[in-house]
């Protein structure tokens, strides 16, 4: 069954370092997805990516998050200095659909 | 504002038991709706989809009422291995794309 991958599984880093999480999803999927969870909360929206353009934005994805798809096959979500507050699972979502959504396995980060 | 609100759990319920969870949305426009499951710091995955008509999967059963807006998810015969955070989603069109919004979930424990 096909499957959307993220790298790293987990990513520890200082505060005010630039983070680049990574997601490999479903190739034949048009629509692409960041979401994030906060240990203890729930799932949230952060961005909708579509036709190699943002689609949509939460109030979360301000200034400091930025979204590319470089390759064609890679989808990224670059925060540009991080925050505490930026720790969480963040979880990469395809679709081709709107009844079949793929979550990417998450990529757990720590701002120490 | 809550979009979509849940049954604040945990529930505790030995094998065999029947659980129901329940949910409210809060947006009319929705367009479709869904039950995940979530283990522990893992990502979210389908468990169905919910219809007005309701539908069922071996022993779970889903059922959507749009008048109320109220979902709801019944589980028969509990298993160990049915131990999760069960989440209600709704899938609506926001400012430029479809989107999910996810509940806070449902802890549910199968005790043997």
């Known amino acids: 069954e096909p499957e959307v991958t993220q790298t790293p599984s987990h990513q520890v880093t200082q505060m005010g370092q630039e983070v680049i999480l990574r997601c490999v999803p479903i190739s034949n999927h048009l629509y692409f997805y960041w979401y994030r969870q906060i240990l203890g909360q729930k799932v949230e929206f952060l961005v909708s990516?579509?036709?190699?353009?943002?689609?949509?934005k939460s109030e979360i994805f301000d200034d400091q998050f930025s979204v590319e798809r470089p390759d064609g096959s890679n989808f990224t979500l670059k925060i540009r200095s991080t925050k505490l507050e930026d720790s969480a699972m963040y979880f990469c979502?395809?679709?081709?659909?709107?009844?079949?959504?793929?979550f990417g396995p998450g990529t757990r980060l720590t701002v120490l | 504002r809550k979009e979509v609100e849940q049954d604040p759990g945990p529930f505790n319920v030995p094998e065999g038991a029947t659980v129901a969870f329940n949910c409210t949305y809060s947006n009319s426009a929705s367009q479709s709706f869904f039950w995940y499951r979530q283990d522990c710091r893992k990502e979210p995955k389908l468990l169905m989809s919910v219809y007005s008509s309701g539908n069922e999967d071996g022993r779970f059963t889903a059922q959507l009422n749009r008048a109320s807006q109220y979902i709801s998810l019944l589980i028969r015969d509990s298993k160990l291995s049915d131990s999760a955070t069960y989440l209600c989603?709704?899938?609506?069109?926001?400012?430029?794309?479809?989107?999910?919004?996810f509940g806070k979930g449902t802890k549910l424990s199968v005790i043997p």
């Open positions: 979502a395809s679709m081709v659909v709107t009844e079949s959504w793929y």
């Open positions: 989603v709704v899938n609506m069109y926001g400012a430029g794309s479809y989107q999910l919004t």
């Open positions: 990516f579509y036709n190699n353009e943002i689609s949509e």
